[in-house]
Every structure is written in C-alpha cells, then in structure tokens.
C-alpha cells in the first residue's frame, strides 16, 4: 500500500529535549516535505526536499533541521524544542515535476512542556 | 502563488450535492487550480485539480469559470464521511520544479444528517 508514515503519533517532551520526528514513504518520491498546522493558521510549510542531499526551507523553518540521506526518509529534527514547537506535524511526498502533494502522513501532534 | 479566498464554513444535507466555491482572481494563466480536504485532523487528501477545462474524478467535479477567476468544488451526493475542511489552492504545475504548496484556512463543509 502506498503510504508515507509518521513516528511517533503523539509526543510529549520537556523544552531543550532533542528530538527526531521520522517520515518514510515507499514510494520513490522525489520530492517531501513538513508541514506543521496551528489553530487558525492552516498548514505552513517548514523545509522540503526535491532529492537526497537536496533540501531548502520553507516558511516556517527557523528551530527545525531536516535532512534527506536516503530517498525514502525525510526526519525532522528539533535541536532545542520549545513550547511554541508545540503543533500537528505533516509530512508529505509527490513525484515530482509540479506534480501536487498527493500523500500526506497521518500526523505527530508534538506538545513541547 | 495567487490568492485564494474561501467561506468559512457551509452547511450541506445528506444526500444533496455540496458546492464549495473558491476565488482566485488574480491566477495566472499558467497556474491550476487545486483541491485538497483534511478530515478532522488527519493529513490532507488531495481530491483533484484542473487548468481551464471541468474536471471530474472518483471523488468529485470541479467547475472553473471561464474567465478562470473562481471555482467550485462539487461533492454530488454529500456523506457524513465528506465532513471535513476543503482547501482550494492555486499553483503553477508542470515547471520541472518543485512546487510548494500554500493552504489557507480552508473551507469547513458539515454534512448534516
């Protein structure tokens, strides 16, 4: 089944805390990215990738790092989470070539304490 | 990206057909017009997307005008199950780049029983 998967679902995490959000698609897409999403603010998006090694920010993108060693997996990583970190995180992958963002992932609802 | 504007919310009756209108008035000829739904706090589905010409798929019809500066979402035989927020986006595709993608607020349809 095609699918792009998210870990973990829930988090909860103390402010300064690294952590790693994973994002896996098996699909070959070229092209991923993260979106976090705020009561009343929509989906912004923070950093995306058009290829391995290939990545570039978004419009939210200050406190977050990505990266993209493999084709399949896109993690997000917060160095020094903080409480205004707290949101529902989205992954998501296309094929490419203007295609749009066809698969989303079911979502990380992260709360930073 | 052109602007996109949608109603809040909208009520629709079971069964009925659900009409969910965008404006994008100030699209370029060489952007499509894109939507996506986003049931209660899953990752957003796309649902389809046309140029100039009346789209249907599986999911939906999607009517764009002829001067191509609104549109309408059409859901011909509403369900429970299509409540949900309806994000019309606007985009150029096909550039041989990636292409981010911009959701607003969204438009949150009720199917009522």
């Known amino acids: 089944e095609a699918q792009v998967t998210q870990n973990p679902r829930y988090l909860i995490t103390v402010t300064g805390k690294k952590l790693t959000v994973t994002c896996s698609q098996n699909m070959n897409h070229e092209y991923m990215s993260w979106y976090r999403q705020d009561p009343g603010l929509g989906l912004r998006q923070i950093y995306y990738s058009m290829n391995v090694e290939v990545t570039d920010k978004g419009d939210v993108p200050e406190g977050y790092k990505v990266s993209r060693k493999e084709k399949r997996n896109f993690p997000l990583i917060l160095e020094s989470p903080s409480p205004n970190q707290t949101s529902l995180y989205f992954c998501?992958?296309?094929?490419?070539?203007?295609?749009?963002?066809?698969?989303f992932g079911q979502g990380t609802r992260l709360t930073v304490v | 990206d052109a602007k996109t504007t949608q109603p809040t919310s909208m009520d629709c009756a079971e069964g009925r057909a659900a009409n969910l209108p965008c404006n994008h008035s100030t699209i370029s000829g060489n952007e499509y017009v894109y939507w996506y739904r986003q049931i209660h706090s899953q990752g957003p589905q796309y649902i389809i997307h046309g140029l100039k010409n009346n789209e249907t798929n599986e999911m939906a019809s999607l009517i764009i005008t002829e001067d191509r500066k609104s549109s309408t979402l059409i859901l011909p035989h509403a369900t429970l199950r299509d409540t949900a927020v309806y994000y019309c986006?606007?985009?150029?595709?096909?550039?041989?780049?990636?292409?981010?993608?911009?959701f607003g607020t969204g438009t949150k349809l009720q199917v009522i029983p």
């Open positions: 998501a992958s296309s094929t490419g070539q203007g295609s749009p963002e066809a698969f």
């Open positions: 986006i606007v985009r150029v595709a096909n550039s041989g780049g990636y292409q981010k993608v911009t």
